[in-house]
């Protein structure tokens, strides 16, 4: 049973904070995505990696940033937490191979309010 | 050109109504559309998806109607009950883009009992 897991459900931080969102995947996959969910504008996409150390922009990178050491592990970070960041945090991942055509495995998610 | 336009936005059907959710895109070179179910406190999944050279897909009681002449794509739930009550993402994507997806904005259906 694929899992994908987020280090937080809920997470309160003030502007300025810097902050660390971290996924976790067990199963191997190669791809993993980062995405904000806000009313609205559905899912849009901040940041994406094929593989370890490897990292791409998404469509609305500005002021974040990613990390991924382990293939398993993709962290987000919030350089300098801002309220219009105030948002739910979804992390997903899928195989490579098989390109578009692979199922997109989504965490829970981490609602994030920054004061 | 990447976008994909979903609406409703809300919708609220009687138990055992038909509720259409529709998209459309503009990219023709998308060649993999699915549909993805969001309940409550939990992330979305797939819930069933298609490409484009069939032009309807059935998979229990959710149905995907495409028509690619016009560049839109739909989903229907038939015989809809509370439990289907949730908010469905379309999607869109083409294979070289390494399994990133293109979203709709949501739609939140509530189906009164």
């Known amino acids: 049973d694929v899992k994908v897991t987020q280090s937080s459900r809920y997470l309160v931080k003030r502007t300025g904070e810097k902050v660390f969102l971290e996924c976790v995947q067990d199963m191997d996959h190669e791809n993993m995505f980062w995405y904000r969910q806000d009313p609205g504008l559905g899912l849009r996409l901040i940041y994406f990696?094929?593989?370890?150390?490897?990292?791409e922009k998404g469509d609305i990178p500005e002021g974040y940033s990613v990390s991924r050491e382990k293939k398993e592990r993709f962290s987000l970070i919030l350089e300098s937490a801002s309220t219009n960041q105030t948002s739910m945090y979804l992390c997903?991942?899928?195989?490579?191979?098989?390109?578009?055509?692979?199922?997109?495995?989504f965490g829970p998610g981490t609602r994030l309010t920054v004061l | 050109q990447q976008q994909v336009k979903q609406s409703p936005q809300s919708l609220i059907v009687q138990k055992g109504g038909i509720p259409i959710i529709n998209c459309a895109y503009e990219n023709t070179a998308f060649d993999y559309f699915p549909w993805y179910q969001q309940f409550p406190g939990k992330g979305p999944a797939l819930l069933i998806a298609?490409?484009?050279?069939?032009s309807e897909k059935k998979e229990g009681r959710f149905t995907i109607s495409f028509n690619k002449s016009a560049k839109q794509f739909s989903l229907h739930i038939m015989d809809s009950q509370p439990g289907d009550s949730a908010t469905y993402f379309c999607?869109?994507?083409?294979?070289?883009?390494?399994?990133?997806?293109?979203f709709g904005q949501g739609t939140e259906l509530s189906v009164k009992p």
């Open positions: 990696s094929y593989d370890v150390k490897m990292k």
């Open positions: 999607a869109a994507s083409f294979n070289n883009q390494g399994g990133k997806l293109i």
């Open positions: 997903a991942s899928n195989h490579r191979a098989g390109g578009a055509y692979n199922e997109q495995f």
């Open positions: 298609i490409r484009p050279d069939v």
